[in-house]
């Protein structure tokens, strides 16, 4: 993406993690940064009634000087991950990525429970009318693009140092991740967990399915 949106990116997370959550020190300039964006795939979700950026989310790669230098879940969980289940350092490390820094604007996590969470979400037990769990629609949309994004560059396994309790949301709602640690604390208690790319976009149920298909289309309009 452009110079302009990365900065846009960096905004939010400024406004959310050194704002909002005060998990990082306020920057002068507005904008938080790690040395991690330098190798890192960003995306940006859209308001359409204002037209603003709202939302963001990264997928760090590895290093490309040096693509065995651990990914940041990899240094806080290394002496806890289950390396029999899925060993990430035997990977191919140019297939893999990490989920990271996924941030919603305050506004728009206003329901009770996710003001002191990076990016809102669904609550245990909230479903709709049908028994089905409701959806966080620009929480889906973030995802969505990740899995867009991976596809195009041929990653293959995602990595994410989540709450339990949003794996098991993601479960709920297809997005399949698999534990491969004991949590860990970090900003509160953290798993580290893997998605396979491929597995989760074939079995997308029809209407995230269509928001990913949404997402493709508007990453080839850009991109080709």
């Known amino acids: 993406i452009h110079d302009s949106e990365k900065a846009a990116a960096y905004r939010i997370r400024h406004s959310v993690y050194c704002e909002d959550l005060a998990w990082e020190p306020p920057r ?95 609550r245990d037990g909230e479903v709709d009318s049908n028994g089905q769990p409701r959806f966080a629609w620009l929480l889906i949309g973030l995802y969505m693009g990740v899995f867009a994004i991976a596809a195009r560059h041929g990653l293959e396994h995602l990595f994410l140092l989540s709450e339990p309790r949003l794996s098991r949301h993601l479960n709920k709602i297809g997005i399949t991740n698999t534990q491969i640690g004991q949590p860990t604390e970090h900003r509160g208690f953290r798993a580290p967990a893997v998605m396979n790319v491929q597995h989760v976009i074939t079995n997308l149920e029809p209407l995230l399915k269509s928001v990913f298909t949404h997402v493709e289309v508007q990453l080839e309009a850009r991109y080709g």
């Not at 963001?56 to 029999?84: K, M, N, Q």
């Not at 350092?89 to 604007?105: F, G, M, N, W, Y």
């Open 28 to 122: 002068p300039d507005g904008m938080e940064t790690d040395e991690y964006d330098a190798h890192a795939l960003h995306c940006l979700i859209r308001s359409r009634s204002s037209g603003e950026f709202i939302g963001c989310v990264r997928l760090i790669l590895t290093a490309p000087g040096d693509p065995l230098a651990p990914l940041p879940f990899e240094r806080t969980c290394g002496p806890s991950l289950h390396r029999s289940v899925l060993d990430p350092a035997k990977l191919p490390r140019d297939k893999i990525a990490e989920v990271s820094r996924l941030a919603i604007i305050g506004q728009y996590r206003r329901r009770r429970g996710e003001k002191n969470t990076p990016a809102g979400g669904l």
